[in-house]
C-alpha cells in the first residue's frame, strides 16, 4: 500500500511536470527580448511567476500565503528592478492598478456572491427532488454534468459549476470525487467557450469586435470534450458513491429561493448585456457584473436571509485567485507567438496556470485568431488544474478538499485527454479560420495552414 502511494504522487508529480512544461516553452519562446533581467533567455519575471505557481502546487494547504507571497515578491522585483507594462517604479504599479482593478472587482464580487447563490439554490431543495429525474446508474451522473453544461452556455460559467457543485452534495450525499469535482468544473467551462454571454473571455471577445457567430465553432470541441471527460467521470462518481434513488422523503422546493437565484442571475446577465449593448464604455470604467450581482442579493434578503457564514470561506478563495491575476498581469508576455492553430492549442495549456483573462486580452490585442479555436483552448484550457479558471477557484471554495494540483491531476486525467481530442476533432472538422475581430473570416486554408498576417491597424 505504502508503494502504491509513492507511485501515486510519483505519478501526478510527472503528470504536473508535463504540464508545466508546455506552457514555459511558449512563454519563453515568446517573451524573448522582452524588458528587464533575464536568466537563460528567460525573463526573471516569468521565474518568479513559475516558482509561485510550484509553490502553490506543494503546499496546496497555504496556498493564501504562497500567492500574496509571490504577489509580494513580485511586485517589488518590478517596482525596483523591471518596468511595468503601464511604466517603471511605483508610478507604472499604480497605472497597472488603475487598469486592472475593475476585472478584480468583477471577480471578487461573482465568487463571494455566486458562492451564496448557490446555497440558495442548494436550500430551495430543487436538488432534493432531481433524482426522480435523474437514471439511479452512471448515467444519472453523466447527465448531471450535461445540465452543468447547458446552463453554463446562458449562465455565468462559476454559477454553471457552483449549481452543479450544489446539485452533487445533495444527490451523492456529500461524497463527491475529486475526478467528478473537476468534471463539473471542466462541463462548465466547456459549455460556456461557444457563447458570448456563457464565460467571461467570450464576453470579451464580443466586447472587442468579435461577432458572437464566430465563437459557435469551440462547441464542436466543446462538445467532443463533454463525452471525453464525462462519462469516466461519472463511472469515477458512481463507483466511489452512486447517486440516489429516490428523492428526499418530504422533500418541496422553496420557490421563493428559485426566485432568488433566477432574479440575481437575470439582473447579471441584463445588467451585462445593457452594457455591452448600449454603454460599452462604463464597462471598462465601473464592475457593472458584480455590482449588479450584490443589488440583487441585498434586495431580495428580507425575502430569504442569505447564509452570511459562507462569506469568509468565499472570500480567502478569492483573494487567492486575485492575487494570482495580479502577477498574471504584471508578466512581460507582450510578444505572444504568432497567431496559429499550434500557438492556440499551446494557450489552453498555458491557461491551465496563467488566467485566461489576460491572455485573451492579449490575443485580442494581437488579433487574427480562429475565434471558436481560441474561445475553447482558452476556456476548457483552465480546466486542468483547480486554479486554472475562476469556476475552479469557485467550487473548490465548497469543496476544500479539490486544492491539491497532484489529486487534481490524477484524478481528473481525462481532462487534459479530453482537451486535446476536442481541439483536434475541431481542428479537422472546421480547420483553422483566422479573422480579424471586426471583419468576415477569410476562406478556410487545411487543417495545418497557419494564419495569416493580421491587418495593419
Not at 429561493?257 to 445588467?271: P, S
Not at 475565434?371 to 483547480?386: Q, R, T
Amino acid at each position: 500500500m505504502r508503494h502504491k502511494g509513492k507511485c501515486s504522487v510519483a505519478l501526478a508529480a510527472a503528470s504536473a511536470g508535463v504540464l508545466f512544461a508546455a506552457p514555459a516553452a511558449v512563454l519563453a519562446a515568446g517573451a524573448a527580448g522582452a524588458p528587464g533581467p533575464a536568466l537563460f533567455g528567460i525573463p526573471v519575471d516569468f521565474i518568479l511567476f513559475a516558482l509561485t505557481l510550484l509553490g502553490v502546487a506543494l503546499f496546496h494547504h497555504y496556498t493564501l500565503q504562497v500567492a500574496l507571497t509571490g504577489l509580494s515578491v513580485i511586485a517589488l522585483y518590478k517596482i525596483l528592478f523591471a518596468p511595468f507594462r503601464t511604466g517603471p517604479g511605483l508610478g507604472g504599479f499604480v497605472a497597472l492598478l488603475g487598469h486592472e482593478w475593475v476585472i478584480l472587482v468583477n471577480l471578487f464580487c461573482l465568487l463571494v456572491g455566486f458562492a451564496l447563490l448557490s446555497k440558495h439554490f442548494e436550500e430551495s431543495e430543487v436538488p432534493a427532488v432531481l433524482p426522480r429525474f435523474l437514471p439511479d446508474d452512471w448515467k444519472g451522473s453523466f447527465l448531471l454534468l450535461a445540465i452543468v453544461f447547458v446552463l453554463s452556455s446562458f449562465l455565468d460559467n462559476i454559477a454553471a459549476a457552483l449549481i452543479g457543485g450544489a446539485i452533487a452534495h445533495t444527490v451523492f450525499r456529500g461524497k463527491v470525487h475529486i475526478g467528478y469535482l473537476a468534471a463539473i468544473v471542466a462541463c462548465s467551462n466547456a459549455g460556456g467557450s461557444g457563447s458570448v454571454v456563457g464565460d467571461t473571455t467570450t464576453t470579451m471577445m464580443w466586447i472587442d469586435g468579435v461577432n458572437p457567430v464566430m465563437v459557435l465553432d469551440a462547441y464542436v470541441a466543446a462538445v467532443v470534450a463533454l463525452f471525453v471527460c464525462g462519462i469516466p467521470a461519472a463511472l469515477q462518481q458512481h463507483k466511489y458513491a452512486p447517486i440516489l434513488k429516490d428523492a428526499k422523503a418530504g422533500a418541496h422546493i422553496d420557490w421563493a429561493r428559485v426566485g432568488i437565484v433566477a432574479f440575481i442571475l437575470v439582473l447579471a446577465i441584463g445588467a451585462n448585456v445593457t452594457m455591452n449593448l448600449k454603454f460599452p464604455w462604463v464597462g471598462d470604467k465601473f464592475p457593472v457584473i458584480g455590482v449588479a450581482v450584490w443589488v440583487a442579493i441585498l434586495v431580495s434578503t428580507p425575502l430569504r436571509k442569505p447564509d452570511w457564514s459562507l462569506v469568509p470561506g468565499a472570500t480567502k478563495g478569492s483573494i487567492f485567485l486575485l492575487a494570482l491575476v495580479m502577477c498574471a498581469a504584471m508578466m512581460p508576455v507582450e510578444r505572444l507567438p504568432p497567431a496559429s492553430w499550434q500557438s492556440a492549442f499551446a494557450l489552453g495549456f498555458i491557461s491551465s496556470v496563467f488566467d485566461n483573462i489576460p491572455l485573451t486580452a492579449l490575443a485580442l490585442k494581437q488579433d487574427g485568431y480562429d475565434w471558436g479555436m481560441l474561445a475553447y483552448a482558452v476556456g476548457f484550457g483552465g480546466s486542468m488544474i483547480w486554479f486554472g479558471s475562476s469556476a475552479g477557484v469557485a467550487l473548490s471554495n465548497m469543496y476544500p478538499e479539490a486544492k491539491s494540483v497532484g489529486r487534481w491531476l490524477k484524478h481528473g486525467w481525462h481532462i487534459p485527454l479530453a482537451y486535446v481530442l476536442g481541439f483536434a476533432v475541431m481542428l479537422a472538422v472546421t480547420g483553422w479560420h483566422p479573422s480579424p475581430k471586426r471583419g468576415h473570416a477569410p476562406a478556410a486554408g487545411p487543417p495545418g495552414a497557419t494564419a495569416p498576417a493580421a491587418p495593419a491597424k
